[in-house]
């Protein structure tokens, strides 16, 4: 590799950092989620002369951005909610990819030109799997009911993985001239699905092994890095699901996390894997926005009016068509989950389920799956429908992303839906139980040290009142105790500001090394965080 075309790269590569970095601070102050503002921060940059042309490669996403981020979702997906809200989810990461599948595979003959079903096929499967990141963003934000956004995110765990076998279907049936039968359908779908989350729980229990074994931040975040690329690629080096292999392997190995990662190596992983994900998530939707002029010149034989017509009209076509299945998808997973797994959950209402059916925005998965599409058929003719599958796809992240992403949180408010979520009486009790337990540990430490170490006891046993009065429901709490307790976290806070400056002074006055200030300010940050106040 040149020189000179090393460090183009490398300024390319700091540009779209600069760039991602800007407009995530322009998120943040618009309050508006991060992932449109950076399609459209990217889609107003590609109009501005000598800005460099930097071209989205499906092999990027599909090896190098799409494990990490399918792990780290999955770490952070609850598995008791997944497994309670599998059918749910199931439903639309199975059932409404299939749905959305045949629906454009019947009406793309009709409504594109030059399309017949195969070709329809291949882009219903291109644009079937969505991006939960924009929705569950807002949703958390405005406190969309939790059941909705557990749902929202198992979806785009799985629905990946669906996506692209309809894809491999479709592929195969155009450019090859092959003719799936059901039965092999079937027999496919298996052994991607118990491959993949065979592969996956079997590498999860060698990192779970390896985690007991070791006690070293850099080593053990490092193996949680490349854990997401081994799972992927030796799934897929087995012809099964690397997507289901990765999310298998994160939610297996979240559960273990709490034995194996030491409180130390949990808040360096959690602080690597944060910046980590926002970096590529902003690299994926700046790039996004960043095709435009990719996508346009491959479709310069169409009129500007013709191609408006075509993205308006397919986008708000997969947008019915998702309204259309998640009626009745919810009630055939209602009526599963009450008459034969006996779950007892009301039926969520018709303003629900439009939301859910609202929030189906589409990815750089959609885009990448298009622009991997074979230029040639097997025949040797050119793929002349290729450019405007890369076009629609392009057009329906837009549609989605900006449309449905900056109209969700009107619509939940209007919905009467925002601040629905009601996690406080679950947390309240956890903390309560935690505090009891102490107490509890307490007495029976005391009778054992006797009299000599009343004191210590007494001052321990104190805090820990005073934050069960905090936590009381209703009226059964002491309101002078709770007072107590949360101007006694007002004021250790304000006493580790007092020690953090001291500490400062001292080293400015040379006394002690920056090397020290850093350990005394790791032990401060650390004490701190665990006396954030909660609102009550």
């Given at each position: 590799?040149q020189?000179?075309?090393v460090?183009?790269?490398?300024?390319?590569f700091?540009l779209l950092?600069?760039f991602i970095?800007l407009?995530?601070?322009l998120a943040?102050k618009?309050?508006?989620?991060?992932?449109?503002?950076?399609?459209?921060?990217?889609?107003?940059?590609?109009?501005?002369?000598?800005?460099?042309?930097?071209?989205l490669?499906?092999?990027?996403?599909?090896?190098?951005?799409l494990p990490?981020?399918?792990y780290?979702a999955a770490w952070?997906?609850?598995?008791?909610?997944?497994?309670y809200?599998?059918?749910?989810?199931?439903l639309?990461?199975?059932g409404?990819?299939?749905?959305t599948?045949?629906?454009?595979?019947?009406?793309?003959?009709?409504?594109?030109?030059?399309?017949?079903?195969?070709v329809?096929?291949?882009?219903?499967?291109?644009?079937?799997?969505?991006?939960a990141?924009a929705?569950?963003?807002?949703a958390?934000?405005?406190g969309?009911?939790?059941r909705i956004?557990?749902?929202l995110e198992?979806?785009?765990l799985?629905?990946?993985?669906?996506?692209?076998?309809?894809?491999?279907?479709?592929v195969?049936?155009l450019?090859?001239?092959?003719?799936?039968?059901?039965?092999a359908?079937?027999?496919r779908?298996?052994?991607?699905?118990f491959?993949?989350?065979g592969?996956?729980?079997?590498?999860?229990?060698?990192?779970h092994q390896?985690?007991?074994?070791?006690?070293?931040?850099?080593?053990?975040?490092?193996?949680?890095?490349?854990?997401?690329?081994?799972a992927?690629?030796?799934a897929?080096?087995v012809?099964?699901?690397?997507?289901?292999?990765?999310?298998?392997?994160?939610?297996?190995?979240?559960?273990?996390?709490?034995?194996?990662?030491?409180?130390?190596?949990?808040?360096?992983?959690?602080a690597?894997?944060?910046?980590?994900t926002?970096?590529?998530?902003?690299?994926?939707f700046l790039?996004?926005?960043?095709?435009?002029?990719?996508?346009?010149?491959a479709?310069?034989?169409?009129?500007?009016?013709?191609l408006?017509?075509?993205?308006?009209?397919?986008?708000v076509?997969?947008?019915?068509?998702?309204?259309?299945?998640?009626y009745p998808g919810?009630f055939?997973?209602?009526?599963?989950?009450?008459r034969?797994?006996?779950?007892?959950d009301?039926?969520?209402?018709?303003?629900?389920i439009?939301?859910?059916?609202?929030?189906g925005?589409?990815?750089?998965i959609?885009?990448?799956?298009?622009?991997?599409?074979?230029?040639?058929?097997a025949?040797?003719?050119?793929?002349q429908?290729?450019?405007?599958?890369?076009?629609?796809a392009?057009?329906?992240?837009?549609?989605?992303?900006v449309l449905?992403g900056?109209t969700?949180?009107?619509?939940?408010?209007?919905l009467?839906?925002a601040g629905?979520?009601?996690?406080?009486?679950?947390?309240?009790?956890?903390?309560?139980?935690?505090?009891?337990?102490?107490?509890?540990?307490?007495?029976?430490?005391?009778?054992?040290?006797?009299?000599?170490?009343?004191?210590?006891?007494?001052?321990?046993?104190?805090?820990?009142?005073?934050?069960l009065?905090?936590?009381?429901?209703?009226?059964?709490?002491?309101?002078?105790?709770?007072?107590?307790?949360?101007?006694?976290?007002?004021?250790?806070?304000?006493?580790i500001?007092?020690?953090?400056?001291?500490?400062?002074?001292?080293?400015?006055?040379?006394?002690?090394?920056?090397?020290?200030?850093?350990e005394?300010?790791y032990?401060l940050d650390?004490?701190e965080?665990r006396?954030?106040?909660?609102?009550s």
């Amino acid at each position: 590799m040149q020189t000179g075309s090393v460090h183009a790269v490398q300024i390319v590569f700091l540009l779209l950092l600069l760039f991602i970095v800007l407009f995530g601070l322009l998120a943040k102050k618009l309050a508006t989620p991060y992932p449109i503002v950076l399609v459209v921060g990217g889609l107003l940059l590609s109009f501005i002369p000598g800005i460099p042309r930097v071209s989205l490669n499906p092999d990027l996403v599909f090896l190098a951005v799409l494990p990490p981020l399918l792990y780290h979702a999955a770490w952070l997906t609850s598995w008791r909610e997944f497994s309670y809200h599998l059918v749910s989810i199931v439903l639309l990461a199975f059932g409404l990819v299939a749905f959305t599948v045949f629906g454009v595979t019947e009406a793309g003959q009709w409504l594109l030109p030059g399309f017949d079903w195969r070709v329809g096929l291949v882009l219903g499967a291109v644009v079937a799997p969505t991006d939960a990141i924009a929705a569950t963003t807002i949703a958390k934000r405005i406190g969309l009911p939790k059941r909705i956004v557990d749902i929202l995110e198992g979806e785009s765990l799985l629905n990946d993985a669906t996506a692209l076998l309809a894809l491999e279907f479709g592929v195969a049936l155009l450019v090859g001239g092959e003719r799936p039968t059901f039965t092999a359908g079937l027999l496919r779908l298996l052994y991607l699905t118990f491959v993949g989350v065979g592969v996956g729980l079997v590498l999860g229990e060698i990192v779970h092994q390896i985690e007991d074994r070791i006690d070293d931040g850099p080593i053990e975040i490092a193996l949680s890095l490349l854990t997401p690329y081994v799972a992927y690629l030796s799934a897929e080096s087995v012809h099964a699901s690397g997507v289901l292999a990765v999310v298998t392997c994160g939610l297996y190995l979240s559960r273990r996390s709490s034995h194996f990662y030491s409180p130390t190596v949990r808040l360096q992983a959690w602080a690597v894997w944060d910046s980590l994900t926002f970096i590529l998530n902003g690299f994926v939707f700046l790039l996004i926005g960043l095709q435009l002029p990719y996508v346009l010149n491959a479709i310069g034989d169409y009129r500007p009016g013709t191609l408006v017509m075509y993205a308006a009209g397919f986008s708000v076509f997969l947008i019915l068509l998702r309204l259309i299945w998640v009626y009745p998808g919810t009630f055939v997973a209602n009526v599963i989950r009450k008459r034969i797994l006996h779950q007892k959950d009301t039926k969520p209402s018709v303003r629900a389920i439009f939301v859910v059916g609202w929030t189906g925005m589409r990815g750089v998965i959609s885009l990448a799956a298009a622009i991997a599409l074979p230029q040639v058929l097997a025949n040797g003719e050119p793929f002349q429908q290729r450019n405007m599958i890369i076009f629609l796809a392009f057009s329906v992240i837009l549609v989605t992303l900006v449309l449905q992403g900056l109209t969700l949180p009107p619509l939940i408010r209007a919905l009467g839906l925002a601040g629905g979520a009601n996690v406080e009486s679950e947390e309240r009790e956890a903390r309560r139980s935690m505090a009891e337990a102490a107490l509890r540990h307490l007495e029976e430490m005391s009778e054992k040290d006797g009299e000599r170490m009343n004191e210590v006891y007494d001052d321990l046993a104190q805090h820990y009142r005073h934050r069960l009065a905090t936590l009381s429901d209703g009226d059964s709490g002491n309101p002078a105790a709770a007072t107590f307790y949360k101007r006694f976290i007002a004021l250790s806070r304000e006493l580790i500001q007092v020690e953090r400056r001291t500490a400062m002074d001292l080293r400015r006055q040379r006394r002690i090394s920056d090397s020290l200030l850093r350990e005394l300010e790791y032990e401060l940050d650390v004490s701190e965080i665990r006396l954030v106040e909660k609102s009550s």
